[in-house]
């Protein structure tokens, strides 16, 4: 009913930018926080940034000053540019929206993408 599909990842050199999409589809009534996750080999899924509706945002520490997250709510899209890319970026990168659905408007769900990789390597 809901799908998050993300686009954006691939491979690039140390220092380097890449901005990821994700667009939220299907029978949405409304959509509160969007954030992207990363998932590097052997770790936990982690929180990098994050958008409430009104546009508040939240950066992890490591990622501060380097990445930006924004959203375009008519086209229920959030972006994340990233920049000055380092080795330790390196990750499936998963987008992740909280939001109602038309079957269920007073009941918030929790909906993740499938992934996309990104990988900073010389």
């Known amino acids: 009913q809901v799908q998050l599909v993300e686009s954006g990842g691939g491979l690039v050199h140390p220092g380097g930018s890449l901005r990821l999409s994700c667009v939220a589809s299907?029978?949405?009534?409304?959509?509160?926080?969007m954030a992207w996750y990363r998932q590097a080999p052997g770790n936990q899924r982690d929180m990098v940034a994050q958008i409430t509706s009104s546009g508040n945002t939240y950066y992890a520490d490591s990622v501060k000053g380097r990445f930006t997250i924004s959203r375009d709510n008519a086209k229920n899209t959030v972006y994340l540019q990233m920049n000055s890319l380092k080795p330790e970026d390196t990750a499936v990168y998963y987008c992740?929206?909280?939001?109602?659905?038309?079957?269920?408007?007073?009941?918030?769900?929790?909906?993740w993408g499938q992934g996309t990789q990104v990988t900073v390597s010389s």
């Open positions: 299907g029978s949405i009534f409304s959509i509160d926080a």
């Open positions: 992740n929206a909280i939001l109602t659905t038309l079957q269920a408007i007073f009941s918030k769900q929790n909906y």
